[in-house]
């Protein structure tokens, strides 16, 4: 055994709380086929295996968790410097994934940014140097942001290369115009060698960078390029500068860069571009806040705040916490978080979010999260997330950018040795194979993806719509089905009770005092609406014991000494009971689109039907729109709802659904989600409850209301920050938008390569225009991309507008009674 061969791996193995665990987890390591020792510490919780340099972090974690225990990981995003083309991307990656322990990295070469998953016992040190080692820099992100401002504007190099190449252009220009003037050749070289040696040092020390790495980017190609027709140009000029002056290729290699450095400023111009909404939304952070406490009030910084703390919002101020208003009235403008571009009315109880600007009214407000799990942190850093991501599609450029460059060098020897075989002519023969050098371009490949993606998610949240992965954008261009919740999903999920029937020996107020009995505790809507009926009668309510959910049914508890359920239809009937004399009363409620729950005593010696209670919701006044507008994107819509048939009928029918499941339980929707992805069809699931979770995770693509349960929010991958329904028609329609820029930016970026290329090789290109066309290419792929900005979606237009029926639901009450 060749011991120098092996590699230690550190594991910080976390769950382990005696002798057997270590005992356990050494055993599974060692089970691992390539592993020689694993030793483990329970004070450290430290695992120190020596396996074959094949044995990766990820089969060893594997092993832990087969044991029943895990690992401790990390998160770290890194700036990198020095990348400028889809090779320079692999690179990085591919030597950070060779680090013992790293799990996972990703490169986003619009950001500058890599994203690595590793176990907690990798250091940043080892992440950085294994960049470094690559031939590039790397710095903590927050170090980058404490850098100061370069003294130096950006644009400096293309200007200084600009004036020194413009009087080497300048005798082709004239020739246009049939005036025969030529520069002196060794002024010509006083002109060129700054441009090639100082401007153009970039290029060199990236491209030695690449070939110490035994790899090749475009750095690569243009120092290859330039230097050549500089090289073949100085070789001209001594040979041939007693004799007259020769056609020398100094405007080719000074030209080429100038437009390089040009492309490659117009292209960082455009990608800071892409980036605004991470800017705009940390734009919106509050350093400060007044907080009151006592009888005193401070200025404090925002990160001295602690929940429960009274936090001051003046009119015109940003409100600097997330919190619960206790005293006051005002509009709030919640533009740039939510999408919504009218201020909204708030007042005491009502939820506030940090960022949010206040109009009119002095309020104050009661913390209940600060730093980094306020509402505007979370929406940064799913951004980000987002845009970080690599979507699935980029992996074809992932597998061409690694043998791009290979491809490039033997395409222009090939040019090279062909022409100096046809013609003898080694000089054209050199020029030619420059232009294929020139022409070839990586950096539009490695930005077609990226710069969509950064520009999609960005505007969609602006516009309320927060896209948690990349993967979530591409697949939901392809959505042919979208499934519904419905109870806050398409209604507003505020059901009031519109109706309370007693049966044959009960009286309502009975029925109505059981029922809150059993409600007494939950915070179910339902429960809820029971619960204010009771305040407004002031009826007394009796004490429920081992009160219990009945998941997809209803709620079940002894009161008085009677064991009593309250539930939907599918209860009743599995309980054996029949809907006797209120059959017809029910329906009738059901076809007016109300909710209807049976009150039973459920006693196994004695069961009998006690009542009924029937809810009245109020369809969302967007959903109609929503539906009929995903209707003309060609998309069938379905609804799911545990509620009974006929108020899911009437309700689908108000929104033009045709195909509605009701009476369903959490585990069927998701089942049925996986019956209509078995069908083929692309299925979106839009829920915000808890019991939603299920449906949510079976979905292609998932859809989660803001302000539901948080595990709907967690669990899909697009958040709608307001509950407006016509959102989900908006994501749709930008996810085709993006997708149609990175397709339109991968066609053109393999496009510019395939015929340029060719073109190239075959004399018909000259460096100076193959150089133009190397830096337009990448500036014309961000530009497109960058188009996305103007995206506007429907659910801003506002042409939905609220409606209340509860005046029209309280009055029933009134009626009945």
């Avoid at 209940?368 to 970080?388: D, H, K, N, P």
């Avoid at 029910?586 to 005593?601: D, H, I, K, N």
């Amino acid at each position: 055994m060749n011991t120098a061969a092996l590699s230690d791996i550190k594991l910080q193995v976390t769950g382990m709380t005696c002798a057997s665990c270590v005992m356990r987890v050494e055993k599974s390591l060692k089970a691992v086929p390539g592993v020689r020792q694993a030793s483990i510490n329970l004070a450290t919780e430290q695992a120190v295996v020596s396996a074959d340099p094949a044995v990766t972090a990820d089969t060893l974690a594997a092993a832990v968790r087969k044991a029943g225990y895990d690992l401790a990981t990390t998160e770290t995003t890194l700036l990198v410097e020095g990348m400028t083309c889809a090779s320079c991307v692999s690179r990085v990656e591919k030597a950070l994934r060779k680090i013992p322990g790293v799990s996972g990295a990703t490169v986003n070469l619009a950001t500058e940014k890599a994203n690595i998953q590793a176990l907690s016992t990798v250091s940043v040190a080892a992440l950085k140097a294994a960049i470094e080692k690559a031939g590039y820099s790397a710095k903590d992100v927050q170090d980058a942001k404490s850098q100061p401002a370069a003294r130096l504007p950006a644009w400096w190099p293309v200007a200084v290369s600009g004036a020194l190449t413009l009087p080497l252009v300048l005798p082709m220009l004239l020739q246009l115009f049939g005036i025969d003037w030529m520069l002196d050749g060794w002024l010509q070289l006083a002109l060129v060698t700054p441009v090639q040696f100082w401007l153009g040092w970039r290029f060199y020390r990236a491209g030695w960078k690449a070939l110490l790495a035994k790899t090749g980017n475009m750095d690569l190609l243009v120092a290859l390029g330039t230097s050549a027709a500089y090289g073949l140009s100085v070789y001209l000029l001594f040979k041939h500068a007693a004799h007259g002056m020769p056609h020398l290729y100094f405007e080719a290699s000074a030209a080429v860069i100038t437009l390089v450095l040009l492309g490659k400023w117009l292209e960082q111009r455009a990608k800071r571009q892409t980036a605004d909404a991470i800017r705009a939304l940390n734009a919106l952070r509050p350093t400060t806040a007044r907080v009151r406490r006592g009888e005193v009030e401070l200025d404090l910084p925002v990160e001295h705040v602690v929940v429960g703390d009274l936090v001051i919002v003046r009119p015109g101020d940003r409100v600097a916490v997330d919190g619960e208003i206790v005293e006051g009235r005002s509009h709030i403008d919640e533009s740039l978080i939510t999408g919504e571009s009218l201020p909204v009315a708030k007042g005491v109880g009502d939820k506030v979010t940090g960022g949010a600007i206040n109009a009119e009214g002095a309020l104050t407000v009661r913390t209940t999260a600060i730093g980094a799990e306020t509402t505007l942190a979370r929406i940064i850093r799913m951004v980000e997330s987002a845009q970080a991501a690599k979507a699935p599609i980029q992996r074809i450029v992932d597998r061409v950018s690694a043998v791009f460059v290979p491809v490039v060098l033997v395409i222009a020897l090939l040019t090279f040795l062909g022409w100096f075989g046809f013609t003898g002519d080694w000089e054209h023969a050199l020029i030619n194979a420059v232009a294929v050098l020139v022409i070839a371009c990586p950096c539009a490949l490695g930005l077609a993806t990226p710069t969509a993606i950064m520009a999609g998610t960005g505007v969609a949240a602006r516009h309320g719509i927060l896209i948690k992965d990349a993967e979530a954008l591409e697949v939901a261009h392809a959505v042919t089905v979208v499934a519904f919740d419905k109870t806050g999903t398409l209604t507003e999920g505020k059901p009031l009770l519109a109706a309370v029937v007693a049966a044959v020996g009960s009286t309502r107020d009975d029925v109505l005092r059981l029922a809150a009995a059993l409600q007494k505790s939950s915070s179910h809507p339902l429960a809820v609406a029971v619960m204010d009926q009771v305040r407004h009668e002031r009826l007394l309510v009796p004490e429920a014991h081992d009160a219990q959910a009945l998941p997809g049914r209803g709620v079940q508890g002894a009161v008085r000494g009677q064991t009593l359920a309250l539930g939907s239809t599918r209860m009743l009937r599995e309980l054996g009971l029949e809907e006797g004399g209120l059959h017809a009363e029910a329906q009738r409620l059901e076809r007016q689109g109300q909710t209807v729950s049976w009150l039973v005593q459920s006693d196994v010696a004695q069961r009998r039907l006690l009542g009924l209670l029937a809810f009245g919701d109020t369809v969302k006044p967007a959903a109609a729109q929503a539906v009929s507008r995903l209707h003309q994107l060609g998309i069938r819509t379905v609804m799911l709802t545990g509620d009974n048939r006929g108020a899911a009928d009437a309700v689908a029918k108000e929104l033009g659904i045709a195909e509605v499941r009701a009476e369903v339980l959490p585990g069927d929707k998701a089942a049925i989600v996986k019956e209509l992805r078995d069908a083929g069809e692309v299925v979106a699931f839009v829920g915000d409850g808890l019991n939603d979770g299920p449906a949510l995770a079976a979905a292609s693509v998932s859809y989660a209301m803001a302000g539901g349960a948080d595990v709907a929010t967690e669990t899909a991958g697009i958040t709608l920050m307001r509950g407006d329904p016509r959102l989900v028609a908006d994501s749709l329609d930008i996810s085709r938008r993006t997708y149609s820029k990175i397709k339109q930016g991968l066609f053109w970026a393999f496009g510019y390569n395939v015929l340029g290329i060719p073109l190239a090789a075959l004399g018909l290109l000259n460096p100076v225009i193959a150089g133009a066309a190397m830096a337009f290419s990448s500036v014309s792929v961000v530009l497109n991309a960058l188009t996305l900005r103007r995206w506007h979606g429907v659910a801003n237009e506002h042409s939905a507008q609220p409606t209340n029926q509860q005046p029209r639901i309280v009055a029933a009450l009134g009626e009945q009674r």
